[in-house]
């Protein structure tokens, strides 16, 4: 036990004291949080923009007073071109337009009638001023068509067809979203401080020193794991920060996390935490069969993609699912498990298959690397 406790402090100094690396494990969260309120405050500027100059061109507008003065609004500024349809539509693909609008002629819209009038508009939705123009006009053409020609109501006087609550919008946003970005940040996370646990030591030819010191190699395993999964929670916890901190402005919404107790933290602690393991040993595993830092990284990076395909599947679903079966397979089960936290659907059998099962595969990694620190040309490849 004091030989683990001393292999797992040379790796913890190693990576609380290195300013470098100590970077390295914080970074990433201040990086996200500060992108996300960035792209955040963008697209919110970008969505409450309004524009009020435009080039417009308007064929046979008709003599209706109301449809004829849709666009005299006040403080706009409309310039209104004579050009062809071809000519039109080329300029508004090169973006040098808003918006075409032709009328039949002799255009009339009443109920009953047995010819419908038509009316061609032609936008680009690539340019803000041409998508903005374009949206108000539709609008205000919906608004006469109901008052002109209005057969029928839906649920007159504004009444809300939604029934759903503003928790069950933030639960189902939360659901959505966050357990895709959790996992990847966890993957991410134990791939920047195990990448290059052993394959960096091999590198620089450290790892024959440790290796013939009067210690059971299962002892440098332990304690080298216990090391990289206190960083790689430092790591995890660092981007959570940031991705919960900044979620909010990123998605625009005033989401809550007040809808979850405290059994549900404890839980889903649980399950990042024995994912987090989970990984750590995964990529560990990696980092010991590789030759070097970069051999470890590049094969690390296919874990990526495959951590990316299992969790973009979050997007999809708005329950766990209630088939047991999928809860004993690796990182699929953690994000079963996390939907089913967030929407507060979670089968209690199915996180408990979750956490025993990545406890039994943590298990057997740990057990595999050992076996493979005994494995002289694994271990002084080159």
Not at 49 to 66: A, I, M, R, S, W
Not at 121 to 142: F, P, Q, V
Not at 176 to 189: E, R
Not at 277 to 291: G, P, Q, Y
């Amino acid at each position: 036990m004091k030989s683990i406790w001393i292999i797992a402090k040379k790796e913890l100094k190693r990576f609380f004291t290195d300013k470098r690396v100590l970077l390295g494990l914080i970074l990433p969260g201040l990086l996200i949080f500060i992108i996300y309120n960035l792209m955040g405050t963008i697209m919110s500027n970008r969505e409450n923009e309004e524009y009020t100059e435009f080039k417009v061109v308007l064929v046979n507008n008709p003599e209706n007073q109301v449809i004829s003065n849709i666009l005299d609004v006040d403080g706009w500024k409309i310039d209104y071109l004579d050009l062809e349809k071809d000519e039109a539509i080329k300029k508004l693909e090169n973006k040098e337009i808003d918006m075409y609008i032709k009328y039949d002629e002799n255009f009339n819209i009443q109920a009953g009638q047995d010819t419908v009038p038509n009316v061609e508009i032609y936008y680009n939705s690539t340019k803000d001023e041409s998508n903005y123009i374009y949206t108000y006009y539709i609008a205000k053409l919906n608004d006469f068509e109901a008052t002109e020609a209005n057969l029928f109501d839906i649920n007159r006087g504004g009444i809300s067809a939604d029934t759903a609550t503003n928790e069950d919008t933030m639960t189902k946003v939360l659901t959505m979203m966050l357990p895709f970005l959790l996992i990847v940040l966890l993957y991410s996370g134990c791939m920047s401080v195990c990448a290059d646990s052993i394959a960096g030591e091999k590198e620089r030819g450290t790892i024959a020193t440790l290796l013939i010191t009067p210690v059971r190699r299962s002892s440098i395993v332990v304690g080298k794991l216990i090391a990289l999964t206190l960083a790689a929670v430092v790591s995890s916890i660092s981007s959570f920060l940031g991705l919960v901190l900044s979620f909010p402005k990123l998605s625009g919404a005033n989401l809550s996390f007040a809808g979850y107790g405290i059994n549900e933290y404890i839980l889903m602690l649980l399950v990042i935490l024995a994912c987090d393991v989970f990984f750590v040993v995964l990529v560990t595993i990696i980092s010991t069969l590789a030759k070097s830092i970069k051999e470890a990284s590049s094969y690390a990076a296919v874990g990526t993609i495959l951590v990316m395909a299992i969790g973009i599947t979050s997007f999809m679903a708005t329950k766990a699912s209630s088939n047991y079966g999928l809860y004993f397979i690796p990182i699929y089960n953690t994000l079963q498990s996390l939907i089913g936290l967030f929407s507060h659907s979670a089968p209690a059998g199915g996180l408990v298959i979750t956490l025993i099962s990545n406890v039994v595969y943590t298990g057997l990694g740990v057990l595999l690397i050992a076996q493979l620190f005994k494995n002289e040309k694994i271990m002084f490849a080159k």
